[in-house]
């Protein structure tokens, strides 16, 4: 274990009923099986008991499109990557150090991401010559001696399981459903992780079928003690709480998907307004349409729309009614509502366009992140059309970025592009729970009465008279007396809001939308340069934090003086932005797309910033991004 | 404060000018509308019309109460946003043959099939206007527009048709020129709760001049119009309802008992009690379906008027509010604090 994946340190050994135990100060470990193999469900339950011991975590679910690829290829395997450790971590890991292969075809696919030296626990009952011959194998790994140098444990999941479900009458495929519970069993007997939560959770989950319940139960039982008695696993391990990582508070482990549903609906509570979610079904964002159409007594209405287009034309119905509306999709679903977002953008109304980006072009990589998408959201519209971009860092920053998505989009009355990823949204890590009351109060005040006097002295509503200071108009919501006015896409008169085909008129109206857009108060970036001498700036925007972060440590811990700095605003960007950039002699903008952040960049503030890009549907590895940006402060 | 009601016609004129061609129907469907509006009884500002885009989407600038002019064939998902949000509004849609049943087709028939509370006003002109002049998706077979120098290949829709297959709760037509018919169609679609389809035949005198010519000249509407009204027997012609039994054309419908389809007889006195009695509160469409099928879609002949059908279905709006009531009734009102805590949880102290 000592030499297998990123280096481990070992800080301690103590023997336990005969068996040694090593303390590590992280781990990390990958299941993988076919798709009906439960691969998701057990990672969930490995990282809750691993949330709920206290360490810090981080987590990377990775699956097939398909809902049952055919069994036992290598297009059906399913992984769930999870690392964790004693202090703060920032990424789920490079390489795995545990690998559970539950067949030939998830042995296969993952064993290249495996370093030497790391343990390896195969499911031999898997292992039969028609299963290796589907993923190419003519020989056997476990004896043809490929595996050398890794540290496996042959364990025959399926019969071990089948065996200890023997009283409870079911058929032995029943039985061996159980198996990925048994793994978890004994991957849990591993590392010290506590049970009771995933007992509890078996109990609920199968409430209606307490036999199943019953059997999962044993089996995950029976992986424990085959753990703690066969002579394999001569060595369990303990990773400590991270108490000392964490400031103190309440926690809990989320995903990006959920802490953004609870974003949204927290927002919609500040902002004292009903929320209204208009969608259509997409991975990797349905998620978020199931978790809000739970939470109706909250307020809020879903509406599961015909096709994308009206998923975000009901969201803005809904907006000019007084709602705090959001559609959420993926990237071709973008690609679907551009027209509307541009009504918005015209109507100058709030509406949170949510994009859970995966990979494209046109369907793309449904279940793979990147980040593709920012050109996208910031000009993938017709004329002139400024829509604001936020973009999370982490799965737990999903929570804020979507509060500060509805700040801008209620206070500015605009369309607001809320930019997470696939990897953000079923990645999870732990999350300190925010007390209610510190949360940003978000209420605006709907127009009441009339805003201008005509010069015969007749008080009047005009719908597109602006607020001096954010330039955002009036909201009158139906309903109100007096306030009968109306809007539409076709260009309009400034302040009466009426149909102008006037040329002076539009170019004012476009460049004072334009000016509202630029003038959104968004606070100046932070730049991290803790030795103050660094000449090299690395900067991303959304999911690569975590990754690029990672890299940065590693590079500060080896010597070198690196700046970072992360944007949470695309557009507009932070006011001190330009002046930051052109303080460091080497720009390093890192983004899992070609370029799109360094385009902007090199555009806007005419500064020599570098691209290091990656598009294969996976985040970045910390080790690659240090060793890309270890070779830049080398060409010096 | 509330406006004070009663409001007259005049209260829902905007200030706008009206600026469609000369000659053309929207300006009597306009007068019918807001002269039908103080009917509903309801303040101005509680009422919203939504619209996409086309010479009929210009609709909402001119009347004096909300309105939204969205984009093309969008209006109805705009318009279930804003009434599914807002049960306390009467929501009107104001679209075109091109708008709903072309580019906005989608939108339309599901519209249709949730029940939302919106009442659809689709002005059917057979025919493009506003990028002037192209067939549409109602045009006749062969027609020579712009886009179809040789004649249109393309087979229409008939929008009635459409509706009742895309289980409409409420199904119209009226003509532009009937002030006192497509009033009390309004009238009636307005009482309807859930969603009410309204074609309106609609004369573009610019492109399509004419086209419904047939029903409004006097003479020749006597064979061609057929006037639904529930309860009363199914019939028309020059004979006409009152006219003593046997006189003249007149004719009815009945149903042929071979093959179940419906069609035009001459009504004498061994059929009469044969003669079908139209029943807009039927369960089954089948029968207003059938109406919808008897007219000619190139002479136009024997194209029925009036309320095809008008059935009780839950509303779309209600059932959304009634899952928020019955939530908090199962739940209490959700707790922020609890929901963000959830129930794992661990802490950390200093």
Not at chain 1, 211 to 216: G, H, K, L, V
Not at chain 2, 239 to 245: A, D, F, K, L, N
């Amino acid at each position: 274990m000592t030499s297998g994946g990123e280096a481990l340190r070992t800080s301690a050994t103590r023997t336990v009923q005969g068996k040694e135990v090593r303390r590590l100060d992280r781990v990390i470990i990958r299941f993988a099986g076919d798709s009906g193999d439960g691969m998701q469900l057990t990672g969930d339950r490995f990282t809750s008991e691993t949330a709920s011991f206290g360490n810090d975590l981080s987590t990377l679910p990775n699956f097939p499109a398909e809902i049952r690829a055919p069994a036992g290829t290598l297009p059906g395997v399913s992984s769930f990557q999870l690392h964790f450790a004693d202090h703060d971590i920032l990424t789920p890991g490079d390489a795995p150090n545990v690998l559970v292969a539950m067949n030939p075809a998830a042995l296969k696919a993952n064993l290249a991401d495996v370093p030497r030296g790391a343990e390896i626990i195969v499911n031999t009952d898997e292992f039969t010559k028609r299963a290796m011959q589907k993923v190419g194998w003519d020989t056997s790994p476990l004896e043809d001696g490929s595996l050398e140098g890794f540290h496996v444990h042959p364990v025959p999941l399926t019969t071990l399981t089948v065996e200890a479900l023997k009283e409870f009458e079911l058929s032995r495929k029943d039985a061996g459903r159980s198996k990925n519970m048994f793994a978890l069993g004994l991957l849990s007997w591993m590392y010290h992780r506590p049970t009771e939560g995933t007992e509890a959770f078996l109990r609920s989950k199968f409430a209606k079928k307490p036999d199943i319940a019953a059997a999962n139960i044993a089996a995950f039982r029976a992986g424990w003690n085959f753990g703690e008695t066969t002579e394999d696993f001569a060595v369990s391990y303990e990773v400590a709480p991270a108490a000392s990582a964490f400031p103190t508070g309440t926690y809990r482990n989320i995903s990006g998907n959920l802490a953004l549903s609870y974003g949204l609906v927290a927002a919609s509570r500040q902002a004292d307004l009903p929320l209204y979610l208009g969608s259509y079904p997409i991975t990797p964002a349905s998620d978020i349409l199931h978790e809000l159409s739970k939470h109706k007594n909250f307020g809020v209405r879903t509406f599961q729309a015909e096709d994308e287009i009206a998923g975000i034309g009901a969201a803005l119905g809904a907006a000019f009614g007084g709602s705090l509306a959001v559609t959420t999709t993926s990237g071709p679903g973008v690609a679907l509502k551009s027209e509307t977002i541009g009504l918005a953008v015209s109507l100058e109304l709030p509406l949170l366009v949510v994009d859970i980006q995966r990979g494209g072009p046109s369907t793309g990589l449904p279940t793979k992140t990147e980040q593709a998408d920012l050109l996208q959201a910031m000009f993938g519209r017709n004329g002139e059309a400024p829509v604001p971009v936020v973009a999370p860092k982490t799965p737990a920053d999903c929570f804020d970025a979507a509060l500060e998505a509805a700040r801008i989009a209620l206070e500015y009355r605009t369309p607001v592009f809320l930019l997470s990823d696939g990897y953000l949204a079923n990645g999870s890590e732990p999350w300190r729970i925010p007390e209610v009351d510190e949360l940003p109060d978000l209420r605006v005040q709907f127009a009441q009465g009339p805003n201008h006097t005509l010069e015969d002295g007749t008080e009047v509503f005009w719908p597109y008279k602006r607020d001096e200071r954010t330039l955002a108009r009036p909201w009158a919501v139906p309903g109100t007396p007096g306030l009968e006015h109306r809007i539409g896409g076709i260009e309009k008169q400034d302040g009466t809001g009426n149909i102008s085909y006037d040329p002076a008129n539009h170019e004012f109206m476009v460049r004072t939308r334009q000016a509202k857009i630029d003038g959104i108060d968004v606070p100046d970036l932070a730049v991290d340069d803790p030795s103050g001498d660094a000449q090299l700036l690395v900067i991303g925007w959304g999911s690569t934090y975590g990754p690029i972060t990672a890299a940065v440590r590693r590079l500060r811990a080896a010597g070198r003086s690196v700046a970072q700095a992360h944007l949470r605003h695309l557009n507009p960007l932070p006011g001190n932005l330009g002046e930051e950039l052109a303080r460091y002699e080497h720009v390093v903008v890192p983004e899992m797309n070609l370029g799109q952040l360094s385009m902007l960049l090199r555009a806007k503030y005419l500064v020599d910033a570098r691209s290091y890009t990656q598009v294969n549907g996976m985040p970045f590895k910390a080790e690659q991004l240090a060793t890309a940006l270890e070779e830049v402060l080398h060409a010096d | 404060m509330p406006t004070e009601l009663p409001l007259t016609a005049k209260d829902f004129k905007s200030d706008q000018e009206v600026r469609w061609c000369p000659g053309c129907g929207d300006y009597a469907i306009l007068a019918a509308v807001q002269g039908f509006m103080p009917e509903l009884g309801l303040a101005k500002e509680n009422i919203v019309f939504v619209s996409g885009i086309g010479c009929s989407s210009r609709f909402p600038y001119y009347m004096n109460t909300y309105g939204m002019h969205s984009i093309h064939g969008r209006a109805p998902a705009i318009a279930t946003g804003l009434a599914s949000s807002r049960p306390d509004l009467s929501v009107w849609v104001v679209t075109g043959d091109g708008d709903a049943l072309s580019i906005g087709g989608n939108h339309l028939i599901h519209a249709l099939r949730r029940n939302v509370n919106l009442k659809i006003l689709l002005f059917n002109n057979r025919i493009y206007g506003l990028t002037k002049g192209q067939y549409s998706p109602t045009s006749e077979v062969g027609k020579i527009t712009k886009s179809t120098p040789m004649g249109s290949v393309d087979a229409p829709f008939n929008p009635v048709s459409l509706a009742l297959g895309a289980e409409a709760s409420f199904v119209a037509r009226t003509v532009d020129s009937d002030r006192k018919h497509l009033t009390d169609v309004l009238r009636q679609a307005a009482a309807h709760p859930g969603t009410a389809l309204v074609e309106i035949y609609q004369n573009c005198n610019i492109f399509n001049d004419n086209a419904f010519e047939v029903l409004k000249d006097k003479q020749q509407a006597e064979e061609a119009v057929i006037r639904l009204e529930h309860g009363q027997p199914i019939t028309f012609g020059a004979g006409g309802t009152s006219r003593p039994e046997g006189g003249g054309n007149h004719k009815g419908v009945v149903r042929n008992p071979q093959t179940g389809d419906l069609e035009v007889v001459p009504v004498t006195d061994d059929n009469r009690t044969q003669i079908l009695v139209h029943d807009a509160h039927a369960a089954s469409p089948t029968t207003a379906f059938a109406l919808s099928r008897l007219a000619d879609p190139d002479t136009l002949h024997h194209t029925p008027i009036g309320v095809f059908r008008a059935t009780d279905r839950p509303v779309y709006d209600r059932l959304m509010a009634d899952q928020l009531d019955a939530a908090i009734d199962q739940n209490g009102k959700g707790d922020l604090s609890a929901l963000l805590t959830g129930n794992d949880t661990w802490t950390v102290k200093e």
